[in-house]
């Protein structure tokens, strides 16, 4: 029985300290998207195995256009496999492979590797681009609406490799302005 006190300080702590640590995730998005508010959220699997959690986020107003895609990793992949998978899926909402294969080039300069838990986050807002964090921390950003509609449309186009997950992500709501998708 006297492990018992130790067993809950120990749960404790460790709720305190995923606290803190989901506090500082949500604040890089708070000032983005002023703040930020939970649209929907799914999971992607390939053939069975859990590939990332997806979360979409909305700013306060949702008809000024900024939005987030949060992606926490489920399985460790390079960030070349990353940018490659990236070009795949642009050519397959109908970017030109041209211009996918020469944004999959610029993504492969500062996408990381990941780890099973780590996250990135890609962050549109309307008057500068797509900005990108990894677990948190800024990493780059790529100015212009057609990548940002490329790059999102990924996940949001109604083209996308994923409609289930598409669905979960907008829920009951209308995919963003950037998309001109009638509802």
Excluded at 7 to 14: E, G, K, L, P, R
Aim: proline share 7%; aromatic share 12%; with cysteine.
């Amino acid at each position: 029985m006297k492990a018992y006190p130790f067993v809950v300080s120990v749960c404790a702590a460790s709720l305190l300290l995923s606290s803190v640590g989901f506090a500082h995730d949500a604040t890089y998005m708070n000032e983005a998207l002023n703040p930020s508010r939970l649209q929907g959220s799914g999971k992607l699997t390939w053939w069975g195995l859990h590939i990332y959690d997806a979360s979409f986020y909305r700013g306060a107003n949702p008809v000024s256009g900024e939005f987030a895609i949060d992606l926490r990793y489920q399985k460790s992949f390079s960030g070349n496999s990353i940018a490659n998978r990236t070009i795949d899926e642009m050519k397959r909402i109908g970017v030109p492979e041209v211009q996918a294969v020469s944004w999959g080039k610029q993504l492969a300069t500062f996408l990381p590797n990941v780890e099973s838990g780590q996250s990135l986050t890609a962050i549109y807002l309307p008057k500068q681009g797509t900005i990108f964090f990894h677990d948190g921390k800024q990493i780059a950003q790529i100015p212009g609406v057609d990548f940002s509609k490329a790059f999102f449309g990924i996940w949001l186009d109604p083209k996308t490799s994923a409609p289930k997950l598409r669905t979960e992500l907008l829920g009951q709501s209308c995919p963003p302005p950037l998309f001109n998708e009638a509802c």
